[in-house]
C-alpha cells in the first residue's frame, strides 16, 4: 500500500492526463480538439516531453467538462446496478479477473461482473471492489463510490477496512464470493482485537479470532470524476 502511494505522489502531469483521457475513453485527437490544441502536443506532454506547455491549463480545463456529473454518474451505477443484479455474472478469465461487487445496506454482496484489473494494480492478484448501493456509509463513503480492497496488505492504522465474521479463502475471494460484510474506520489495532468506527460514530472492539480485516487502499469517487485515490 505504502509502495502505491508513493507512486501516486511520484506521478508525472503527463501521466494523470494520460490516465484521464483513458478513463474517459478519449483518444489524443479528441482531447486535443476539445482543449484546442494539436494532438502532437498531447502526445509529448503525455509522454513527459513537455511539462510546463501553456496548453496543459486547456487540457485539463477539458478532461473535467468531460467528466459525468455525479448524477450522470450514478444514473449509470444505478442502471449498471439492476442489469447484473440476479443474472449469471461471466466466469473470469485471463483479461477481466478482477470482481466487483455491490454492497447492500444489509451488508449483503451480489457479484457483478469480472473486469480489467486497474492499471495500478497490475502487480497483484489480491483484490477486488465494491460499489456501495446506497447512502448507508455516509459520510466516510457516498452511495456510487467504488472502494478497492487489496487483501494481501495488512489493514493500516486510521485506515477503513472490509469487516468479515468468516475467514476466506483466496479463491473464495477472486471468485467475487463474499459472505455479510461491514465497513469500518480501524482507529487501533492490538494483538487480539480491531478497535472500529462506524459512519455514525459508535465504536467497538472486533475479536481477530472471529473477524478477518481487508484494508480499503482506494476509492473511485463520482463526483470528481474517474480518479483512483489512494489513501
Not at 513527459?48 to 456529473?69: D, K, M, Y
Not at 479463502?169 to 459472505?179: H, I, L, Y
Not at 469500518?184 to 465504536?203: I, K, M, N, P, V
Request: net charge negative; with cysteine; glycine share 6%.
Amino acid at each position: 500500500m505504502e509502495a502505491m502511494k508513493k507512486a501516486a505522489l511520484n506521478e508525472t502531469i503527463g501521466e494523470k492526463l494520460r490516465r484521464e483521457r483513458e478513463a474517459l475513453g478519449w483518444s489524443q485527437a479528441k482531447l486535443a480538439t476539445a482543449a484546442g490544441t494539436t494532438q502532437q502536443t498531447v502526445d509529448r506532454i503525455e509522454r513527459g516531453l513537455t511539462a510546463h506547455s501553456r496548453a496543459i491549463p486547456n487540457i485539463e480545463s477539458a478532461l473535467a467538462s468531460g467528466r459525468p456529473s455525479t448524477t450522470e454518474q450514478m444514473q449509470k451505477m444505478r442502471t449498471l446496478i439492476a442489469e447484473r443484479r440476479g443474472q449469471h455474472s461471466p466466469l473470469p478469465n485471463r483479461e477481466h479477473n478482477f470482481p466487483i461487487l455491490v454492497l447492500n445496506r444489509d451488508g449483503s454482496t451480489e457479484l457483478l461482473y469480472f473486469s480489467q484489473m486497474p492499471t495500478a494494480w497490475t502487480n497483484t492478484a489480491a483484490s477486488y471492489a465494491l460499489v456501495i448501493d446506497s447512502d448507508f456509509l455516509m459520510p466516510m463513503f457516498a452511495e456510487g463510490e467504488i472502494l478497492y480492497v487489496d487483501y494481501e496488505q495488512p489493514p493500516a492504522a486510521s485506515g477503513f477496512v472490509v469487516a468479515f465474521e468468516v475467514a476466506l479463502t483466496q479463491a473464495q475471494k477472486v471468485a467475487g464470493e463474499m459472505p455479510p460484510v461491514q465497513v469500518f474506520r480501524l482507529t487501533q489495532e492490538t494483538a487480539s482485537h480491531y478497535r472500529c468506527e462506524t459512519a455514525a460514530g459508535e465504536r467497538f472492539d472486533l475479536e481477530k479470532d472471529r473477524w478477518h480485516a481487508d484494508p480499503i487502499v482506494s476509492r473511485y469517487t463520482p463526483r470528481i470524476g474517474p480518479v483512483h485515490q489512494p489513501f
